[in-house]
């Protein structure tokens, strides 16, 4: 009996975060420049990709007490950004990250449904927690959440968000979109929500839009993100690319959806993946060397080594060897990061036998751990690995994150989307007029709001 493949499904980010972007690069543009995020966008809707993929940086990252100069210092606001694109693409998604710390439900929900609507239902938000005095001293009330309160936080503002979303009636939507007028009163329900984080009421005053909620992403991968995740998102942005880890990680999150009465649809795990390309495997292999070498750079291998082990490592030879000592736990001098090396002790002492036992100087350790391409290859044998995980249930899709902007994506979508497309397991054409959430697959919102109401 022949059964039909799964599908891949892919989304694109816009890169320019961390060290996997290759900053001396000729093509690397400004990212604030809006032709860089329209030549992204319209290279990701070629490419016929599910949704392009917003960070937002909501304080500079620090490092040594500077502005970290090995880092984007631009970064605009993600909301703007995507409705200025929404004008300007027609099919993919439009996924911005915004934090459920540092903003309020009632302003956050009227701003995604207003880009769901200027986008036809395009719109999706990943939702991000920060708990730390750092970005919190940017706010007024500075860094007020204890970490363990973060996802209660987060649950709770999804919920009120959706509560806000669901207060107009369908038939409210139609009259308003028909006349520019609003229906009686009992056609806007008013909404009051009395809870630990937000104590609001009043009336929505957005309409309805196309996809009742925008579609949630989520990127947490503690145990309490894990069941933020089975709660409320839609999508996970993973960070598992190696195969083993990939398939022990949907296993988990996916097991824990039958309990809060969803399917194994209802959730999509992306993890962020990068590519190296050549006619032949050898010259696929030496591309993703000079790409890791340009990558980590020996400032940016001094640095990275700083991250974990907490105090200044500049009079330190990138080509020699690591520290002889261990990282004081306590110790931090990198600000604007969640924790990259939270067991820093237990991680340098790793670094320290790797290095001994294969003679890696610093920079060739850095590289080994943080510089490698996820999938290496020929187009056709990416297409093929990247298939093989989908099949074989160790992910969804991925989410391709290229090594310059804005394009880096040009060769994946160039290359590789046309093996994908003769596997028979990527889409050729969009579906005319769907949403985010149709093109991804997903369920209905009414049935993902039953789900949630069921477990509350």
Known sequence: MTTTPRQVHLAAHFPGVNNTTVWNDPLQRSQIDFAAFEHFASTAERGRFDYLFLAEGLRLREHKGRIHELDVVGRPNTLAVLAALAAVTHHIGLVGTLSATFNEPYELARQLATLDHLSNGRAGWNVVTSSDAFHGANFRRGGYLDHGDRYSRASEFVSVAKELWDSWSP?????????????????IEPFAHHGPQFDVAGRFNVPRSPQRYPVIVQAGDSADGRDFAADHAEVIFSRHSVFEEAQQFYRDVKGRLAGRGRTEDSLKILPAVTFALGDTEAEAAERAREDALAQVGPKTAIT?????????????????????FDPDPEASITKGWAPRYPNAVQVARAWRARSEAEGLSIRELVIAVTGRQSFVGTPASVARELDR?????????????????????????ERVIPELQERGVYRTE???????????????????AEEVRRVG
């Open 304 to 324: 990275v080594l700083e991250q974990v082990w907490g105090v200044d490592l500049s009079d330190r030879d990138p080509d020699g060897p690591l520290p002889e």
């Open 389 to 413: 995980y989908v099949q074989e249930r160790a992910t969804d899709g991925f989410v391709i994150v290229g090594t310059t902007s804005p394009h880096g994506l040009d060769e994946f979508v």
């Open 430 to 448: 969009y579906e005319e007029g769907a949403t985010l959430r149709r093109t991804l697959g997903l369920p209905e919102p009414t049935q993902i």
């Open 171 to 187: 038939d409210a939507v139609v009259a308003d979109r028909a006349s520019g007028r609003f229906l009686a009163d009992d056609a």
